[in-house]
Structures are given as C-alpha cells and as structure tokens.
T-cell receptor, first 114, second 115 residues
C-alpha cells in the first residue's frame, strides 16, 4: 500500500533558527509531491509542489523542498523561521496509479518560540 | 481567488442523528473531495467526485455517503452519526487536469462532535 511518513509529529524551534521537516514516501515509478500548511483554525493551503524538472523547489514564505528519488524523500526547509510559521505542515503524494487521489502524511506541528 | 466554503465551523450532534455537511466552491472546479483530519493520522480521504452526480469511494467511506447535484456543491452525509465520527472534516476542490498535478484548495473545516 502507498504510504507517506512524516517522521516528526512536533518540532519546536526558536525564532530565526532553521527548520527541516522530513517526509518519506513509499517507492513508486511516478509521483507528484506536495507540501501543504495549515495555520491555526484554517484550512490547508499549498506551500509548494514538485511535478518534474529541478529537484529543488521553492515555495511561498521562504520555504523550499528537495526531491530525492533514491531516498524517496521530500524534506521541507526554511533557513530562518518566524513566529508566524507556527502551523501544522502536511506532506502529500500523488501516485500515478491513484487517479485523482492524494495520500497525506500524519502532519508535523511546528511551534516557533521567541 | 479560489474560495471553498463549508456550511458550519462547529457542529454538535447526538448519536444516531443524520448529519449533513455542505461544501461550496466558486471556481468551477470539476473535482471535489471530503477528508477527515485526526491527530497523528493526517488527512484521510472519505469520498471524492470528479463531475456532477459522479462519486468515488476514498480510503474510509464506511458510515458516509455523498451527494453532488450541482457542480459547485458537494455534500457529505452521515446517515447515523456515531461517536467515532467525531473529527474535523475538510472539503477541497481542484481542476481536473491530467495526471494528478493539480493543486487542491481547502475550506476552513467543520469540527464535528458526536455525543
């Protein structure tokens, strides 16, 4: 079965420090990869996505992610976080055999401390 | 700007009640989705629809049904609510592009408590 694993359920980080959120997925020939963010009391919104081409993808709010096919990973990074980055982050994968469906990871809650 | 709205932000129902959750999108998207979100489990797909009157089961359809009579509206129905259906319910919509590359746009969610 296809699966997406976010290895950290919670990540506390100090303001202006870097953060990395890890995402691994079960191997497949063809995937599209997404990171979504959910701010408190809101729905999810897209941060970035990898469809093809350069393996380093830049998104909104200074986030970037790197697709690593050999390690089946799509880790999200930000070099310097702000208080406003406090949110839950979800990695999602579209597997080519899955039609219109996305498979989501369990989420990583980021708490930025002053 | 895409807007996905859900009829209620908070809902409290009793066991055995029939519950309707409504979702409306204003961007003429073909695809619409219902997820439930539970701590540590992420989002799990309940049902989705790629056209009016069309529906497909997701990963956890048991205890739910859906209705899509108009393109902009997708309803989730709990025929007889149970306490294990207490959750956050998220609706999403997207264009029907080839191959799954489309972005999904989410509503704010409905937090349902079943007593």
């Amino acid at each position: 079965a296809q699966s997406v694993t976010q290895l950290d359920s919670q990540v506390p980080v100090f303001e202006e420090a870097p953060v990395e959120l890890r995402c691994n997925y079960s191997s497949s020939v063809s995937v599209y990869l997404f990171w979504y963010v959910q701010y408190p009391n809101q729905g999810l919104q897209l941060l970035l996505k990898y469809l093809s081409g350069s393996t380093l993808v830049k998104g909104i709010n200074g986030f970037e992610a790197e697709f690593n096919k050999s390690q089946t990973s799509f880790h999200l990074r930000k070099p310097s976080v702000h208080i406003s980055d406090t949110a839950e982050y979800f990695c999602a994968v579209h597997y080519s055999a899955a039609g219109n469906k996305l498979t989501f990871g369990g989420g990583t809650r980021v708490l930025v401390k002053p | 700007d895409v807007k996905v709205t859900q009829s209620s932000r908070y809902l409290v129902k009793r066991t055995g009640e029939k519950v309707f959750l409504e979702c409306v999108q204003d961007m003429d998207h073909e695809n619409m989705f219902w997820y439930r979100q539970d701590p540590g489990l992420g989002l799990r797909l309940i049902y989705f629809s790629y056209d009016v009157k069309m529906k497909e089961k997701g990963d956890i359809p048991e205890g739910y049904s859906v209705s899509r009579e108009k393109k902009e509206r997708f309803s989730l129905i709990l025929e007889s609510a149970s306490t294990n259906q207490t959750s956050m319910y998220l609706c999403a919509s997207s264009l029907r592009l080839a191959g799954g590359r489309e972005t999904q746009y989410f509503g704010p969610g409905t937090r349902l408590l079943v007593l």
